[in-house]
């Protein structure tokens, strides 16, 4: 019980850009329900690429020896309750923000698992072309339905459609509505 912690990542370089516009419906949808809401804004952060050291699955006391953005990270994504990515589609798949933010997850895993197990996700996404598998984002759906299939986490709802300049996707009323239930969904008890 008690008010849900929703984090938010915004995986492209447009603030107002058409994943940001649906971020936002989500976080608008999730404070109706009660939650309290975090955004993080990717391409601000210095998040540098997993190195394969493994280091941090050999120390207990560190989350991981990149000194980045990721740092200030790690407790956020430990503290939510929900957790929402919004990413635009580059090249077939996520954007390379969004990439290089989950592979540094490994960090949170080891022999027990990954501290991510049992968490509740959102994902929303947003791509050019009207076909979701021309355009990749279905590349990009199966990515983190696999991921959170590994980690043992629930994806609640996943909210995408197409558009082209920033803010297009304003018109998709439809979308935007998905896009504010799934905010409230996440708001809600599991
Ligand atoms: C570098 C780059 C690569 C892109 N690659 C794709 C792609 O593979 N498939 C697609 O449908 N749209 C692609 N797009 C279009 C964006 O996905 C589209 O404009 C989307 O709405 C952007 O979301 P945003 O406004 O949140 O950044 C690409 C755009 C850029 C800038």
Not at 59 to 76: H, N
Not at 131 to 141: E, M, Q, R, T, Y
């Amino acid at each position: 019980m008690g008010r849900k912690k929703i984090m938010i990542v915004l995986g492209s370089p447009r603030k107002k850009g058409n994943s940001a516009i649906l971020a936002k419906q989500v976080a608008a949808g999730a404070k109706a329900g009660g939650a309290g809401v975090e955004t993080f804004y990717l391409h601000d952060m210095k998040i540098k690429p997993c190195n394969a050291c493994d280091v941090c699955r050999k120390k207990k006391d560190i989350d991981c020896v990149l000194d980045d953005d990721m740092q200030k990270l790690y407790p956020k994504l430990r503290s939510a309750d929900a957790i929402v990515i919004a990413s635009p589609i580059y090249w077939f798949t996520v954007s390379a923000q969004t990439k290089l933010f989950m592979d540094r997850w490994y960090a949170l895993g080891g022999e027990e698992g990954y501290e991510l197990a049992g968490k509740r996700f959102g994902i929303v996404l947003t791509y050019a072309d009207a076909d979701p598998f021309i355009s990749g984002a279905v590349n990009a759906l199966r990515t983190f339905q696999d991921a959170f299939n590994f980690i043992g986490a629930k994806i609640v709802g996943m909210v995408y459609g197409s558009a082209w300049k920033a803010g297009e996707i304003r018109r998709n009323e439809a979308l935007m509505a998905e896009a504010y239930e799934l905010g409230k969904k996440l708001a809600a008890e599991a």
